[in-house]
């Protein structure tokens, strides 16, 4: 699991800057084991214990559920976490970014199960694809649809003799179940200008613990994982791993827009697609363009 190194993620550092939450991290990892148990090997009371408890399971690190008298029994449930540092392109003199709210998607084709929300209500109807095209969509924090594509629109004010060094597409994503599913994988693919940039799999529709910004009223689907897609003259990188060798003169960057598409994969893993916007999910943003460039040719 990948963690941003931002000011949204400072509840997941500040929960490892204790030697008590430390130790029970070491103990969950060699077995499962109850509120009193970890109380007792850590040397602390059961309600001290609790409190240390609800701060690993706030950020994803651990989890925990009831088992009849055994009390809150407790298990990792995440053991691998790769930090992701903030891109600097040395090769960019410049750079303007765009942050998209997920109703402003100017194409769209889906399938049910599908439907936007906004902070309040479900828009229109669950289900039907023409609520992707009702006037509130514009206000939408949500969007989720099993089948299909959506495509947003950025101005590209890049002109010559300005070249492109860097595009850089950030979003909270999962996959679509009806309910949510954590094991239920999707293969999600990213396009630029019509040209595909990469594929990611998504693990799984998460709901087994409430997103820190989703809206009590939601039961549903409750967070995602934030995907950071970076293009450059190297090649396309998924969360700093360089996954394919296309670069930047294959996206047909001389164009006045630049068109990025999420879509559900055809032949793939077909689990779907949720679109996280700030008002829900775990990170306070809609879907984030950054693009970088150079003042002069070369």
């Known amino acids: ?140 924090q949500l969007l989720w649809f099993a ?28 996959s679509e179940y009806p309910h949510y599913r954590d094991d239920w994988p999707s293969d999600i693919e990213l396009y630029l200008n019509g040209v595909h940039v990469c594929t990611w799999t998504s693990p799984g529709d998460f709901g087994d613990k409430h997103g820190k910004l989703t809206p009590s009223w939601w039961t549903s689907n409750q967070y995602g994982l934030l995907k950071t897609f970076l293009i450059n003259d190297r090649g396309v990188y998924l969360d700093g791993e360089l996954v394919s060798d296309k670069t930047l003169k294959e996206f047909h960057l001389n164009q006045e827009v630049l068109r990025i598409r999420f879509a559900v994969s055809e032949t793939g893993l077909t689990g779907g697609l949720t679109i996280y916007g700030k008002k829900f999910g775990n990170y306070a943003q809609d879907i984030k363009v950054c693009v970088g460039y150079n003042a002069l040719e070369g």
């Open 1 to 140: 699991m990948h963690i941003q190194v931002t000011e949204e993620n400072l509840p997941f550092f500040e929960a490892l800057a204790s030697p008590v939450r430390i130790k029970i991290i070491h103990l969950l990892s060699q077995r499962d084991a109850n509120v009193k148990e970890l109380a007792e090997a850590v040397g602390v009371s059961s309600a001290i214990m609790t409190s240390h408890i609800n701060k690993l399971e706030a950020v994803g690190i651990i989890k925990s559920q009831r088992c009849g008298h055994k009390g809150k029994i407790c298990s990792m449930l995440n053991s691998n976490f790769t930090l992701q540092f903030p891109y600097y392109s040395k090769d960019s003199q410049y750079s303007y970014e765009a942050e998209i709210p997920v109703g402003h998607y100017t194409a769209a084709e889906v399938c049910a199960t599908c439907g936007i929300a906004d902070e309040e209500k479900v828009i229109y109807a669950y289900d039907d694809p023409r609520s992707l095209f009702d006037s509130k969509r514009f206000g939408a």
């Open 147 to 174: 089948r299909g594509y959506v495509e947003y629109t950025v101005s590209n004010y890049v002109t010559a003799p300005q070249t492109i060094v860097s595009i850089e597409i950030k979003a909270e994503l999962s």
